[in-house]
């Protein structure tokens, strides 16, 4: 069982190290990770579980007037290598990073990928998981509703299927009643 959990290890540090320059008071990715015996790379899935689990210690806000949110969060981990920049998770496009959206819907905003109608509350750590919070086209993100992830013709008949989902959508994004399929490169 190592041998197959050990891959997500390196994505892990991946996403970890942007938002340590963002939401952290200087943590260094050697010193976060030298309680573990082995390298990161090697560790098994527990021992980091648990080392990301005990050193867990913000939670950020969702939105606030300054510095450090879940806007600056997913400025830094979905942003062009200019940094001026995010890619919308549905529409498959750059766009400014800022301004961003408050509540117009003419710039880009925060998709939940597990809809907070399936679950998630409006206010803790479900709210804010960056793991499952993602830039999005405000218009493509509202025809994506609550949908399922999935291909057309799962679970309603392929001729009420959309290709692209929505007009504002990446060309290979489509819809039905039930399911909803992202671009596949994303």
Not at 32 to 42: A, E, F, K, M, R
Not at 115 to 124: A, F, T, W
Request: some cysteine; hydrophobic content about 35%; aromatic content about 6%.
């Amino acid at each position: 069982m190592k041998g197959t959990t050990n891959a997500a290890v390196p994505i892990i540090a991946l996403v970890i190290n942007p938002l340590i320059s963002v939401v952290s008071d200087g943590c260094d990715i050697a010193t976060y990770y030298s309680p573990l015996p082995v390298s990161p790379i090697d560790a098994d899935r527990n021992d980091v579980h648990k080392l990301i689990k005990d050193t867990h210690r913000n939670q950020l806000p969702y939105s606030s007037g300054s510095y450090g949110d879940v806007w600056d969060a997913l400025i830094a981990l979905d942003s062009d290598a200019s940094g001026q920049n995010v890619r919308l998770i549905y529409a498959n496009t750059l766009v400014s990073a800022t301004p961003y959206d408050s509540g117009t819907c003419e710039y880009w905003n925060r998709e939940h990928l597990w809809s907070r109608s399936r679950g998630v509350g409006s206010s803790g750590m479900d709210n804010t998981d960056m793991h499952h919070l993602r830039p999005s086209d405000c218009n493509v993100n509202s025809a994506r509703n609550n949908l399922y992830f999935g291909a057309c013709g799962t679970g309603a008949p392929l001729s009420e299927c959309d290709t692209p989902a929505h007009a504002e959508a990446a060309a290979d994004t489509e819809k039905d009643p039930v399911s909803f399929l992202p671009p596949a490169d994303r």
